[in-house]
T-cell receptor
Framework: DGGITQSPKYLFRKEGQNVTLSCEQN?????MYWYRQDPGQGLRLIYY???????QKGDIAEGYSVSREKKESFPLTVTSAQKNPTAFYLC????????????FGPGTRLTVT | SQQGEEDPQALSIQEGENATMNCSYK?????LQWYRQNSGRGLVHLIL?????REKHSGRLRVTLDTSKKSSSLLITASRAADTASYFC??????????????FGTGTLLAVQP
């Protein structure tokens, strides 16, 4: 089955620790995205990547970092510099260009205490 | 700030009724998309309407787009309890770039009572 996977589904961390969220896709999509969703809110773009070894900051990149070493993978690291990291994180992928829909993973709920 | 705003924020209807959600946006777009999110899950793409289209249908879904008013509506006909979810509009900006950056609205929470 083609799709996009995120792991783990739930993640708990202590304040001050970095944590990396996994995102893998086998849809052969060039573009991948990370979003953050807070309760009752829409999605806000953290980082996106149009192609391997390239990525750009989204609207709320501070306190986050990404890498894109393989087409299939786009991990997100939530660093200790992120002031309010507790949120629902969604990864998505798409064909490149403006005309295409995005395919979403099931999300990772991160709780930092 | 977010580009799209949905209205209403929440909607409760009986099974079999129609549900209409509206989305307004601020700047010129390439296309507008509607997504559905079940509680605690990822988003699922429902329908995409291009800026030169005015109406589009997919099964029980009907989407309209009025670029002069910068607004779109999503109509779900003959609703079912399984339609209970949050619905988001997302706009792809028309800036000539190659990036498929979407800007999401705040969502409408639809509850369909059996």
């Amino acid at each position: 089955d083609g799709g996009i996977t995120q792991s783990p589904k739930y993640l708990f961390r202590k304040e001050g620790q970095n944590v990396t969220l996994s995102c893998e896709q086998n849809l052969n999509h060039d573009a991948m995205y990370w979003y953050r969703q807070d309760p009752g809110q829409g999605l806000r773009l953290i980082y996106y990547s149009q192609i391997v070894n390239d990525f750009q900051k989204g609207d709320i990149a501070e306190g986050y970092s990404v890498s894109r070493e393989k087409k299939e993978s786009f991990p997100l690291t939530v660093t200790s510099a992120q002031k309010n990291p507790t949120a629902f994180y969604l990864c998505a992928s798409s064909m490149p260009g403006q005309a295409y829909e995005q395919y979403f993973g099931p999300g990772t709920r991160l709780t930092v205490t | 700030s977010q580009q799209g705003e949905e209205d209403p924020q929440a909607l409760s209807i009986q099974e079999g009724e129609n549900a209409t959600m509206n989305c307004s946006y601020k700047t010129s777009i390439n296309n507008l998309q509607w997504y559905r999110q079940n509680s605690g899950r990822g988003l699922v793409h429902l329908i995409l309407i291009r800026s030169n289209e005015r109406e589009k249908h997919s099964g029980r879904l009907r989407v309209t787009l009025d670029t002069s008013k910068k607004s779109s509506s999503l109509l779900i006909t003959a609703s079912r309890a399984a339609d209970t979810a949050s619905y988001f509009c997302a706009t792809a900006l028309n800036y000539g770039g190659a990036t498929n950056k979407l800007i999401f609205g705040t969502g409408t929470l639809l509850a369909v009572q059996p």
